[in-house]
């Protein structure tokens, strides 16, 4: 029997990173460092959730500083000092190990904002409901920004696709290239199934903060969304080898800015997806 992880057939690209481009320079690190780190984000989270979270000590913050100051964004403080600090001292890893490229961030909020655009577009087109400007833009707008702004992209996107994304992935793909000499694109494959189940496997403290799992058909159900919502942020990582594009997007799914009752994000997330896996397919058309 053939084993097809270092089958010679295999086609040139499929057995190079030139699909995942940041893989080339980032520094491999020891299985039990990938392992610390899993832990300190599953341990982090759990903490933040369960104990600091239902005490309202960050939302009287948020209250105090007339929303300015985002109770999701102190919340993920810690998170990124914590591993912030295990990263850079511990596994001597450094920004182009995590996929950042500053010159990337002005198409990363580009993208961000034609997907916001598209969906401030949809109440009209995919509702029949009375269209109205959503309340907090006649509160307190500059609150409601940095909700999303401090709190999301910032905070809970920039972190969780930083970590999942670009750390679990890049260092998973590595692992499983160096231990079962595997292709590349088995290795990645093996390793977006990977993190994206340890994604989801992190989210249930704050699930279970929002009381959202009102029975076992629920918990599971929310686990496979979570799934199925770290694959589409991975394909769009790779696609466009710029991981503040899959933030912004992360951010809109978690928390969009809208000012409109009735918006849809699913069609312009979709339709952004599209966009990039037909430029890819006509890169690689033109190309062969």
Same mark, same amino acid.
């Given at each position: 029997?053939?084993?097809?992880? &270092?089958?010679?057939?295999?086609?040139?690209?499929?057995?190079?990173?030139?699909?995942?481009?940041?893989?080339?320079?980032?520094?491999?690190?020891?299985?039990?460092?990938?392992?610390?780190?899993?832990?300190?984000?599953?341990?982090?989270?759990?903490?933040?959730?369960?104990?600091?979270?239902?005490?309202?000590?960050?939302?009287?913050?948020?209250?105090?500083?007339? +929303?300015?100051?985002?109770?999701?964004?102190?919340?993920?403080?810690?998170?990124?000092?914590?591993?912030?600090?295990?990263?850079?001292?511990?596994?001597?890893?450094?920004?182009?190990?995590?996929?950042?490229?500053?010159?990337?961030?002005? =198409?990363?909020?580009?993208?961000?904002?034609?997907? =916001?655009?598209?969906?401030?577009?949809?109440?009209?087109?995919?509702?029949?409901?009375?269209?109205?400007?959503?309340?907090?833009?006649?509160?307190?707008?500059?609150?409601?920004?940095?909700?999303?702004?401090?709190?999301?992209?910032?905070?809970?996107?920039?972190?969780?696709?930083?970590?999942?994304?670009?750390?679990?992935?890049?260092?998973?793909?590595?692992?499983?290239?160096?231990?079962?000499?595997?292709? =590349?694109?088995?290795?990645?494959?093996?390793?977006?199934?990977?993190?994206?189940?340890?994604?989801?496997?992190?989210?249930?403290?704050?699930?279970?903060?929002?009381?959202?799992?009102?029975?076992?058909?629920?918990?599971?159900?929310?686990?496979?969304?979570?799934?199925?919502?770290?694959?589409?942020?991975?394909?769009?990582?790779?696609?466009?080898?710029?991981?503040?594009?899959?933030? +912004?997007? &992360?951010?809109?799914?978690?928390?969009?800015?809208?000012?409109?009752?009735?918006?849809?994000?699913?069609?312009?997330?979709?339709?952004?997806?599209?966009?990039?896996?037909?430029?890819?397919?006509?890169?690689?058309?033109?190309?062969?």
């Amino acid at each position: 029997m053939t084993n097809r992880c &270092h089958d010679s057939s295999f086609p040139l690209w499929l057995t190079s990173p030139s699909f995942a481009p940041w893989l080339k320079t980032v520094r491999e690190t020891a299985f039990w460092f990938i392992v610390l780190m899993i832990l300190a984000q599953c341990l982090l989270s759990t903490f933040m959730n369960l104990v600091v979270g239902p005490t309202g000590f960050l939302q009287s913050i948020h209250i105090a500083t007339d +929303g300015w100051i985002n109770a999701t964004f102190l919340a993920y403080l810690p998170v990124y000092l914590v591993l912030g600090f295990l990263a850079w001292k511990i596994g001597r890893l450094r920004w182009n190990d995590f996929g950042m490229s500053w010159s990337k961030l002005a =198409w990363g909020v580009l993208w961000t904002l034609i997907a =916001w655009g598209i969906t401030q577009l949809t109440p009209f087109f995919l509702s029949d409901i009375e269209n109205v400007i959503r309340p907090e833009w006649s509160g307190h707008a500059p609150a409601y920004l940095c909700d999303f702004i401090e709190g999301q992209f910032i905070a809970n996107a920039m972190q969780e696709e930083l970590f999942f994304r670009v750390f679990l992935i890049s260092q998973v793909t590595l692992l499983l290239r160096r231990t079962f000499n595997c292709n =590349w694109i088995l290795a990645l494959i093996g390793s977006v199934l990977v993190a994206g189940v340890i994604f989801s496997i992190c989210h249930i403290p704050n699930r279970i903060a929002g009381d959202d799992y009102g029975s076992i058909t629920e918990a599971l159900s929310n686990q496979l969304h979570l799934l199925l919502m770290a694959i589409y942020f991975t394909m769009l990582f790779l696609l466009t080898n710029n991981i503040f594009i899959a933030v +912004g997007i &992360h951010a809109l799914v978690n928390s969009s800015p809208d000012i409109l009752t009735g918006t849809d994000f699913d069609f312009a997330a979709v339709l952004i997806l599209l966009i990039f896996i037909i430029r890819a397919l006509w890169r690689w058309w033109t190309r062969v």
